[in-house]
Nanobody, 125 residues
């Protein structure tokens, strides 16, 4: 059973960088052909795919967030991380990490088989 757990600060000030880590257990983040994504849900809105890091370390980003987003991984700890720079209150959301079954379908929310419980991040001064 694969489990994912998000961790990081729940409150970030405007203009700062939001940093979250997803710790994966029960499966390796280097196993072919999975993709490991960050997905968020602002209050009252739908899920938004932010970006992913694939089993081979390649990264993919949402065009709307690409200039502010960086996803990396630590294979020794079986973790992957998100950094979102220059945050504003519009970045307030529940942030999820999830495992996608294929790079080809990383933008399809129906193609994720394991999700973290989500972590609330609020951007406020």
């Amino acid at each position: 059973q694969v489990q994912l757990q998000e961790s990081g600060p729940g409150l970030v000030k405007p203009s700062q960088t939001l940093s979250l880590t997803c710790t994966v257990s029960g499966g390796s983040i280097t196993t072919s052909y999975y993709a490991w994504s960050w997905i968020r849900q602002p209050p009252g809105k739908g899920l938004e795919w932010m970006g992913a890091i694939a089993y081979d370390g390649s990264t993919y980003y949402s065009p709307s967030l690409k200039s502010r987003t960086s996803i990396s991984r630590d294979t020794s700890k079986n973790q992957f991380s998100l950094q979102l720079s220059s945050v504003t209150p519009e970045d307030t959301a529940v942030y999820y990490c999830a495992r996608g079954v294929s790079i080809a379908t990383i933008r399809d929310m129906d193609e994720y088989d394991y999700w973290g419980q989500g972590t609330q991040v609020t951007v406020s001064s």
